[in-house]
């Protein structure tokens, strides 16, 4: 049985509302808005352009980020030359060809981007008549536009905003007639190198009504009392009813291109309407956009979502949706989460022993031990499960540490595969889980769906990053062993496993001076007794990255970083621990300030990779600092904690290194 599409065969109808007064319901947004509001339409814009770059199949990893080079002259930009001067480097030109939407993939010309590779794009337009025209572009990851060798544009110390086509930057121009040449430099990062334009007219409108504009989709459900739960497939970016309701959300602070839970008593027996509706600010500058080639959006406009389908679920189509997630909550325990798509109760089989959780969306068990287990919504007969490693107490501990696969998900999926047939006892995960905490779907996209057996056999630490972006969902759905505790934040924790201590700690909240969260970590640091001693934070210290740059105080610029290097590592310091262990900045990197806590970076399960700025002085503490996408084994046994960094890559272990007893007797 599977989830039932009511809004199967029906289509959305648009009506603008003028005064007070609706319009007549219309088949497309366009027509339901005709005369109310200036329209763009597409002029004819290049596919045909001149590149100019240079080929590297395996360009390096640059240090810092240079000012961009002087522009050539305006005559050469308002020419198609055979070559470029940029820089004092001579850029060969190549043949290149956007695709319909005006998108161009620079990297499948001049090789993979890293940071600040620049190449050049121009191509000519004949304007038939004298004309005032919109350009709309965007770039990965930083841009300048000229027109006849003339500035028009310029993000080359900003960079773009948004990705590449999400969000267009619109700029006025006027071309007289005759021939223009058009050129933009694109400097790349090191996740994309792309430049994407088109062009478009303004047809204006006489009328200055005031206008709102609805949506509706209208069904029919024979009988609304036979479904658990209802979805709603489509972003809610704007009021969303059921037959006059509002949507309710699953999770206040969370933006949903999926809406679960959604009462099916909302529903009516016979006809029902799905509707939308957007504000007069909304629908004047989202009428505009109706057909926005190559974009989603152009600042300052934005286009009306007008997509979204209502699925009904019956109670025996409700299925797990994302987990089983498996976490050590101390004493050999674990703890086992999973949401569902529609609320449910969920029972978990330990083979003998039956728990059903309370009907809801997100489910949480705890497990006395190890061992096999079977998770399934009540009533239904499919199941996930898989068999937890118990926890040594006193033989050889296997931990793997990886952190940051943000924004590049495909990294992370190859870092799991590496990691799985190491069999660790645990992974403790570094923070920037996902690319926006906030959106729900990413945690199923980015994360989940990489590797659902890896997170269901293998359990898991969790540390909040930045882009983790205080997720409401973050400390429901991923349990720690701080989730049931008193502490100053669910997402901190405190295990001791196999001769170890490890504590692990959100930075991003209040870690100055006599704030609580400091006080936590002084009792329990003051408490430990294990001869190894791990704090785990997404935040370095120290750092021979950008991160790592001090303000015009001297002092880090990131108050992140500053506490962590103010506050926490004297602490750490005063207790004797082993190592501070961090993520944020994409590399690999060891390092040993005074006072005998080593400061160990691990942020290469996906981000882009940061090069280093040793010759700055951010870090004079730094032994090795290696900008690749790795992950790290920390081993415990017969009384010696040693630590590899493994690269991607080929495998080859980046650092070893064997951390120091606990001389707590000094």
């Known amino acids: 049985m599977r989830p039932l599409d009511l809004t199967a065969g029906t289509r959305w109808e648009f009506r603008a509302v003028v005064s007070g007064e609706p319009r007549p319901w219309r088949g497309s947004l366009a027509q339901a808005v005709r005369g109310l509001a200036p329209r763009l339409v597409h002029v004819p814009w290049p596919r045909e352009w001149s590149a100019y770059g240079t080929v590297c199949a395996n360009p390096p990893v640059r240090r810092g980020a240079p000012p961009p080079p002087a522009l050539p002259p305006a005559e050469v930009l308002a020419s198609l030359p055979a070559h470029l001067e940029d820089g004092g480097e001579r850029l060969e030109r190549h043949a290149i060809r956007a695709d319909g939407d005006g998108f161009i993939n620079l990297a499948a010309t001049f090789g993979p981007p890293r940071d600040h590779r620049i190449a050049w794009l121009l191509a000519e337009r004949d304007s038939p008549r004298d004309e005032e025209l919109d350009l709309h572009i965007g770039g990965d990851w930083w841009m300048q536009v000229l027109v006849d060798g003339a500035p028009v544009f310029d993000r080359l110390a900003s960079g773009n905003g948004s990705p590449v086509r999400e969000v267009a930057w619109r700029v006025p121009v006027r071309l007289a007639r005759?021939?223009?040449?058009?050129?933009?430099?694109?400097?790349?990062?090191?996740?994309?190198?792309?430049?994407?334009?088109?062009?478009?007219?303004?047809?204006a409108c006489a009328s200055d009504a005031e206008f709102t504009v609805e949506a509706r989709r209208v069904f029919t459900v024979a009988d609304p009392t036979c479904f658990s739960g209802l979805t709603f497939l489509g972003e809610p970016d704007s009021r969303v009813r059921l037959n006059g309701a509002e949507l309710p959300l699953p999770l206040a602070g969370m933006h949903y291109e999926r809406i679960d839970g959604i009462p099916p008593d909302l529903l009516r027996r016979g006809?029902?309407?799905?509707?939308?509706?957007?504000?007069?600010?909304?629908?004047?500058s989202g009428a505009a956009l109706a057909a926005l080639r190559g974009f989603r959006h152009s600042r300052p406009d934005r286009r009306l979502e007008v997509a979204g389908r209502l699925h009904a679920i019956p109670p025996e189509a409700v299925a797990i949706r994302t987990g089983p997630f498996v976490a050590p909550l101390g004493d050999g325990a674990f703890g086992i989460s999973c949401r569902t798509d529609a609320p449910a109760a969920v029972e978990l089989d330990t083979g003998g022993t039956l728990q059903r959780s309370p009907t809801g969306l997100i489910h949480r068990f705890r497990i006395a031990r190890g061992g096999r287990y079977r998770l399934r919504v009540a009533g239904t007969l499919r199941s996930r499960g898989a068999t937890v490693p118990a926890l040594p107490q006193n033989g050889p501990l296997r931990l793997a540490i990886w952190g940051d696969p943000s924004p590049q998900p495909a990294v992370l999926a190859r870092i799991l595969a590496a990691m799985r047939p190491w069999k660790p006892h645990l992974a403790i995960a570094l923070g920037d889980n996902t690319a926006d905490g906030r959106d729900d779907a990413r945690w199923d996209r980015e994360l989940h769906a990489l590797h659902p057996a890896w997170f269901a056999a293998t359990p898991h630490l969790w540390v909040a990053g930045n882009h983790d972006e205080s997720s409401p969902l973050m400390p429901r759905l991923l349990m720690t062993p701080g989730s049931d505790a008193t502490g100053?934040?669910?997402?901190?924790?405190?295990?001791?496993?196999?001769?170890?201590?490890?504590?692990?700690?959100?930075g991003l909240d209040d870690w100055s001076a006599g704030s609580a969260n400091l006080l936590w970590l002084d009792r329990v640091l003051a408490a430990a007794a294990e001869?190894?001693?791990l704090l785990l934070d997404h935040y370095p210290a120290w750092s021979s990255t950008s991160h790592g740059a001090p303000g015009a105080d001297g002092r880090p610029h990131q108050r992140t970083v500053r506490e962590s290097r103010e506050q926490i590592l004297p602490m750490?310091?005063?207790?004797?621990?082993?190592?501070?262990?961090?993520?944020?900045?994409?590399?690999y990197e060891r390092s040993h300030p005074p006072g005998g806590v080593a400061c160990i970076t691990s942020g290469g399960a996906g981000?882009?990779?940061?090069?280093?700025?040793?010759?700055?002085?951010?870090?004079?503490?730094?032994?090795?600092?290696?900008?690749?996408?790795?992950?790290?084994?920390?081993?415990?046994?017969?009384?010696?904690l040693d630590l590899e960094a493994v690269a991607l890559d080929d495998g080859a272990v980046i650092d070893r290194h064997v951390f120091t007893v606990r001389d707590r007797g000094r």
């Open 178 to 203: 005759g021939r223009h040449v058009i050129a933009a430099r694109v400097r790349s990062g090191n996740g994309g190198w792309a430049f994407v334009s088109a062009a478009t007219r303004r047809i």
């Open 271 to 284: 006809l029902n309407e799905l509707t939308r509706s957007w504000d007069a600010a909304a629908a004047r």
């Open 488 to 506: 100053p934040s669910p997402l901190g924790w405190n295990l001791a496993v196999g001769g170890l201590r490890l504590i692990g700690i959100d």
């Open 531 to 533: 001869p190894y001693v």
């Open 572 to 587: 750490l310091i005063r207790h004797r621990a082993t190592a501070f262990i961090n993520g944020h900045a994409h590399c």
């Open 607 to 640: 981000g882009f990779l940061y090069a280093s700025n040793a010759d700055s002085g951010f870090n004079p503490h730094s032994a090795i600092m290696a900008p690749r996408h790795h992950w790290c084994r920390l081993v415990h046994a017969e009384g010696r």
